[in-house]
């Protein structure tokens, strides 16, 4: 009888991404996989390291699976990814629990690292963050109609409060054909929203063809005809090209919702946050994203409390949240990362105030997003159905203009039985400030 391996991923869609492409060479190896942790005789944990409160939900997440060597099955724990990149020494040395570590640039190495765990060693599987998928196996994670499409890797815009570049290293585009084939078997296999993430998809192509390559990228896949949709994530403003943005607006398939992570509006924290672009730029772009793409969805994100942020800086970015009236928001607090640039910088601003600012921030997002919302109703939308709710004994799902799990939904009824991953017209009847409901239409 093979081994049974469960995983456990934490953080982003791009470490998701990397789950599934050591699931697929496990699988392809000859290892069982397993969801249920309990019957797992392996398990691997794919950690997340980008803020403190990530590392700390790695840790109990580590802690927790240990348990499973009591409890459960397991005989094996293997950790992997942004936090063995960043601490894999501190992690073998502090943690007897743990039987071997990967970094992130050891993704195709997983079946290798297993075996030199099950010859009683505990390795540690870090270098420099330089790999790149060239078409690995994967094994879908994500409900069968869905799918992340990792385009890169890494990132050279070294903010100064992130620690990505180090964990990552640098920006590294995949081939196109490469994604073009993997985005193909996708979507024969099922699936019909394909999401483009990377650490900054706008940049892709510029370090392998010399030139901003999104636009064709995107194109390409809207041509698979088995694709609904195609979402882009983590637009970067000043790599958004003129070229992008006619695509998007004649090309349905695309998704009108654009992820625009802005960070902060004054052009002093920009700066000393490393961010490239201003807030006259800022402001610009976005009146030009809004006359040229009809009904398009603005997402971004926000940090308030950096190291010297002024009550009038902060001022300064509720008074352009509320100009501005963007479709999507999240607010973070600002977290110290060991080893960044603005870890160093004076001004830290206390937890409650830091607190207190987040909560302002988000209390003006929450009242946009309503008006927004109570705009939709009587309109009739398209809606890519994801489930059933006992609770409120109705269907639900997303329209083009909502990401998965970070977005709002809309609940609806309908007289027919829909099924996951099938598209029906709901008309909206009713609105809160983050969900819809309705009533199928068709």
Same mark, same amino acid.
């Given at each position: 009888?093979?081994?049974?391996?469960?995983?456990? $991923?934490?953080?982003?869609?791009? #470490?998701?991404?990397?789950?599934?492409?050591?699931?697929?060479?496990?699988?392809?190896?000859?290892?069982? !996989?397993?969801? @249920?942790?309990?019957?797992? +005789?392996?398990?691997?944990?794919?950690?997340?390291?980008?803020?403190?409160?990530?590392?700390?939900?790695?840790?109990?997440?580590?802690?927790?699976?240990?348990?499973?060597?009591?409890?459960?099955?397991?005989?094996?724990?293997?950790?992997?990814?942004?936090?063995?990149?960043?601490?894999?020494?501190?992690?073998?040395?502090?943690? *007897?629990?743990?039987?071997?570590?990967? &970094?992130?640039?050891?993704?195709? +190495?997983?079946?290798?690292?297993?075996?030199?765990?099950?010859?009683?060693?505990?390795?540690?599987?870090? &270098?420099?963050?330089?790999?790149?998928?060239?078409?690995?196996?994967?094994? !879908?994670?994500?409900?069968?109609?869905?799918?992340?499409?990792?385009?890169? +890797?890494?990132?050279?815009?070294?903010?100064?409060?992130?620690?990505?570049?180090?964990?990552?290293?640098?920006? /590294?585009? /995949?081939?196109?054909?490469?994604?073009?084939?993997?985005?193909?078997?996708?979507?024969?296999?099922?699936?019909?929203?394909?999401?483009?993430?990377?650490?900054?998809?706008?940049?892709?192509?510029?370090?392998?063809?010399?030139?901003?390559?999104?636009?064709?990228? !995107?194109?390409?896949?809207?041509?698979? @005809?088995?694709?609904?949709?195609?979402?882009?994530?983590?637009?970067?403003?000043?790599?958004?090209?003129?070229?992008?943005?006619?695509?998007?607006?004649?090309? *349905?398939?695309?998704?009108?919702?654009?992820?625009?992570?802005?960070?902060?509006?004054?052009?002093?924290?920009?700066?000393?946050?490393?961010?490239?672009?201003?807030?006259?730029?800022?402001?610009?772009?976005?009146?030009?994203?809004?006359?040229?793409? *009809? &009904?398009?969805?603005?997402?971004?994100?926000?940090?308030?409390?950096?190291?010297?942020?002024?009550?009038?800086?902060?001022?300064?970015?509720?008074?352009?949240?509320?100009?501005?009236?963007?479709?999507?928001?999240?607010?973070?607090?600002?977290?110290? +990362?060991?080893?960044?640039?603005?870890?160093?910088? *004076?001004?830290?601003? $206390?937890?409650?105030?830091?607190?207190?600012?987040? #909560?302002?921030?988000?209390?003006?997002?929450?009242?946009?997003?309503?008006?927004?919302?109570?705009?939709?109703?009587?309109?009739?939308?398209?809606?890519?159905?994801? &489930?059933?709710?006992?609770?409120?004994?109705?269907?639900?799902?997303?329209?083009?203009?909502?990401?998965?799990?970070?977005?709002?939904?809309?609940?609806?009824?309908?007289?027919?039985?829909?099924?996951?991953?099938?598209?029906?017209?709901?008309?909206?009847?009713?609105?809160?400030?983050?969900?819809?409901?309705?009533?199928?239409?068709?």
């Amino acid at each position: 009888m093979s081994t049974s391996i469960g995983l456990i $991923s934490l953080g982003c869609a791009k #470490n998701r991404v990397d789950s599934e492409e050591l699931l697929g060479q496990l699988r392809q190896a000859g290892y069982t !996989l397993t969801s @249920d942790i309990n019957q797992a +005789e392996v398990i691997i944990v794919n950690t997340c390291g980008f803020i403190t409160a990530a590392k700390e939900e790695s840790i109990a997440a580590i802690l927790e699976a240990a348990q499973y060597k009591i409890i459960g099955r397991c005989r094996k724990l293997l950790v992997v990814g942004c936090l063995s990149q960043r601490y894999g020494n501190e992690l073998l040395q502090e943690m *007897p629990e743990i039987d071997g570590i990967m &970094g992130t640039g050891a993704v195709p +190495e997983v079946v290798k690292v297993l075996q030199t765990i099950h010859l009683g060693q505990r390795p540690l599987a870090v &270098g420099a963050p330089g790999y790149i998928s060239k078409r690995l196996a994967r094994v !879908l994670t994500t409900p069968s109609y869905l799918a992340y499409l990792k385009i890169a +890797e890494g990132c050279d815009n070294c903010c100064s409060y992130c620690v990505i570049p180090a964990i990552r290293g640098p920006y /590294r585009s /995949r081939a196109m054909d490469d994604i073009i084939s993997e985005a193909q078997w996708l979507c024969s296999s099922g699936v019909k929203e394909l999401i483009v993430v990377a650490q900054e998809t706008t940049r892709y192509g510029r370090d392998i063809y010399g030139r901003y390559a999104l636009p064709e990228l !995107l194109q390409r896949l809207a041509a698979i @005809d088995e694709c609904r949709w195609v979402r882009i994530m983590y637009c970067y403003p000043d790599s958004f090209t003129d070229g992008l943005i006619k695509l998007l607006a004649a090309t *349905p398939k695309i998704c009108r919702y654009i992820d625009l992570p802005l960070q902060h509006i004054n052009n002093r924290l920009l700066r000393v946050m490393n961010r490239r672009g201003s807030k006259e730029y800022i402001i610009k772009l976005v009146d030009k994203l809004r006359q040229s793409i *009809p &009904g398009v969805t603005l997402r971004t994100t926000f940090i308030v409390g950096f190291p010297g942020e002024t009550e009038q800086e902060f001022s300064e970015l509720l008074d352009f949240m509320a100009q501005v009236k963007f479709e999507r928001a999240g607010v973070f607090a600002y977290s110290p +990362e060991e080893g960044t640039a603005a870890e160093m910088l *004076p001004g830290r601003i $206390s937890d409650d105030e830091v607190a207190e600012r987040v #909560n302002q921030a988000m209390s003006l997002q929450q009242r946009i997003s309503l008006r927004h919302n109570l705009d939709k109703v009587g309109q009739e939308l398209m809606v890519l159905v994801e &489930g059933w709710d006992d609770d409120a004994k109705m269907y639900w799902g997303r329209t083009e203009a909502d990401a998965p799990e970070i977005d709002g939904k809309v609940f609806f009824t309908s007289r027919a039985v829909v099924r996951e991953g099938n598209f029906v017209r709901v008309k909206v009847i009713d609105a809160a400030e983050y969900d819809l409901s309705g009533v199928r239409t068709k």
